[in-house]
């Protein structure tokens, strides 16, 4: 039985597409921990006797928010960068189920994916 892969130009091409997300993604976690690393330090809530309860309680809330993309976004270049592994492997668009070539326009989209959009409702079943 012969492996199926794509290409080493079409995974170029993916290499590409990954490499431009991680650059957006990582530019985006990088703000997101620099404005954190300012909230925190930056605060005159130790000095400012008339804070209002509300406006602490908007600044929990936006950084919680900040937290969270900052948490969506590691976990996004850590996908994006085991996709760059498979693409070094030669196993990068290869549905991890069925070992069938996931769609290009599937990897254009989510180049970091791992299973067929088939398989992935499949599995939602």
Sequence with gaps: MQVKHYSDKELEEFREIINNKLKVARQSYNEAMATLSNKSNNTDADTAPTYHV??????VIERENLIQKAQREY???QSL?????????KTY???RVTGELIPKDRLRLVPHATLSVATKNARKK
């Design 81 to 89: 960068e085991a996709a760059l592994v498979r693409i070094e492997n």
């Design 54 to 59: 509300l406006e602490e309680g908007t600044e």
């Design 93 to 95: 668009g290869i549905d």
């Design 75 to 77: 976990k996004f270049i």
